[in-house]
């Protein structure tokens, strides 16, 4: 093992006559870029039916879906009727359903939206809403992806935040 050191040791100063040399102020001088792993969209909301929307920073586009409580209170999830994409829905118009073992219940638009995307997997496994009902990457329980207009980026932000939803469901 000796050996081994003693070599690289040796054979160190060789090596560094062929690194390429940089001006020391240019490796401080380099910009610091650190990552991030916050989302690109403003806080979750929720509305008193127990849907969430995700609104992106741009204020054009969301992701909706059912809260941890619904989902709790629904049961075992064994259905879920997803809506055409294309048309605009007004705030509190039903986009969608979901039934479970105990009962069925309507998914309300939060705000004025046009579905453009809709979690197929949820045909197939409608259960994936009781492990991650609030989860909207792709293998989440999200029900839709839509386009959101003036009014409904309004109407986005007087619905409840994480606390008031809190405190609701827990009266």
């Not at 240019?26 to 995700?54: C, G, N, V």
């Not at 986005?156 to 935040?161: G, K, N, V």
Request: charged share 25%.
């Amino acid at each position: 093992m000796a050996s081994i050191a003693a070599s690289l040791r040796a054979a160190r100063p060789v090596a560094m006559r062929f690194a390429p040399r940089a001006a020391p102020m240019a490796r401080l001088a380099m910009p610091f870029r650190s990552f991030s792993s916050t989302r690109l969209s403003l806080a979750r909301k929720y509305t008193k039916d127990h849907e969430w929307i995700d609104l992106s920073a741009d204020r054009k586009t969301g992701v909706i879906g059912i809260s941890e409580y619904a989902a709790e209170q629904l049961g075992d999830v064994v259905y879920v009727e997803l809506p055409p994409a294309g048309e605009w829905t007004d705030q509190g118009d039903s986009i969608g359903a979901v039934e479970s073992v105990k009962s069925a219940s309507d998914i309300n638009a939060p705000v004025r939206c046009k579905v453009t995307h809709t979690n197929a997997l949820l045909e197939e496994k409608p259960a994936t809403i009781n492990q991650v009902p609030e989860d909207d990457s792709a293998g989440g329980g999200w029900i839709v992806k839509v386009e959101v207009d003036e009014e409904g980026a309004a109407q986005f932000d007087e619905l409840l935040d994480a606390e008031a939803y809190k405190a609701f469901t827990s009266e």
